[in-house]
């Protein structure tokens, strides 16, 4: 049997400092509504996706993904890697404004997904209070450019500094506009169905759920911590101080979620990876 090692990243790294957030699952949801406004990539998704049939499962395999390649060992993340890109080769969709159809594993579609997945977890991060400097911004985008490489980039042509992600947006904002597929994907994800349990309430004629509310809240969140241009595409949602009330708000949720016991804050593949490296920092010589 293979050994197992640190995988990817490690303790040490910005990594895992960032994604020990619980607060990164409403990045999470601004990710996607950013991703909408690429007309390209939302035609891939739409047209080879069941996403409005199962939200939630969908959700569960893209943690799964995002948390195999984080604490992993390498041969798990590589593996996660080799599925993903075997599942994206299969996949083509036709361009809607020009009729091309076009593979959805092509570099800036791939690009595309990964720096608006990362730059969301950091710039929530951030927002909410976690405690990261200029070097730490940068070196958690150099560091993320392994997962890139698991979907099939070369790492070179990853932004990997905070200037080469706001170079990256300014060259890709002219193909960005709101399209009829991305405003519907937008509205099915602030108002998705909920898991049966959740929207029982709902079903038995109490009106909206407490659960319906709370997701509602965080829709919003996560739309209002858009840049401000990518707010404007979705019709200039907000008002001046959105931007604001949004940093107030996820600093506040983070907060909450930082007072939760600590086995409700951490997934079992970050305890497991915990667990991974300390035995193997036990296990190694010593000088």
Do not use: C
């Amino acid at each position: 049997m293979e050994s197992a090692d640190a995988g990817l990243f490690g303790p040490g790294s910005v990594s895992w400092k960032l994604h020990a957030e619980p607060i990164l699952f409403v990045a999470g949801l601004r990710s996607l509504y950013l991703q909408a406004l690429h007309p390209r990539a939302m035609a891939g998704v739409a047209q080879n996706s069941n996403y409005r049939q199962d939200a939630w499962g969908r959700l569960i395999r893209t943690a799964n993904y995002v948390g195999t390649a984080l604490y992993g060992t390498t041969a798990e993340a590589e593996e996660a890697g080799r599925r993903l890109r075997r599942l994206h080769a299969r996949m083509t969709a036709v361009d809607p404004a020009t009729g091309e159809r076009f593979r959805i594993d092509e570099p800036d579609l791939l690009r595309w997904v990964h720096v608006t997945e990362v730059e969301s977890f950091l710039d929530t991060g951030r927002r909410a209070g976690v405690p990261l400097d200029a070097a730490e911004v940068d070196a958690y985008y150099t560091e993320q450019r392994r997962v890139a490489a698991l979907v099939g980039l070369d790492p070179q042509t990853v932004p990997g500094t905070a200037a080469e992600v706001a170079e990256y947006y300014r060259q890709v904002r002219p193909e960005l506009r709101m399209t009829r597929e991305a405003a519907e994907t937008a509205l099915f994800l602030t108002a998705p169905p909920l898991p049966w349990k959740l929207s029982l309430p709902a079903r038995i004629g109490l009106n909206l759920s407490p659960a319906r509310w709370a997701y509602l809240g965080i829709a919003g969140t996560a739309l209002a911590l858009l840049p401000a241009w990518a707010r404007r595409l979705y019709g200039g949602l907000g008002l001046p101080t959105t931007a604001l009330s949004a940093d107030v708000t996820v600093r506040t949720l983070r907060l909450a979620l930082t007072a939760l016991p600590r086995d409700w804050r951490e997934g079992p593949m970050r305890r497991a990876a915990e667990e991974r490296y300390a035995n193997l920092a036990s296990t190694a010589p010593t000088a």
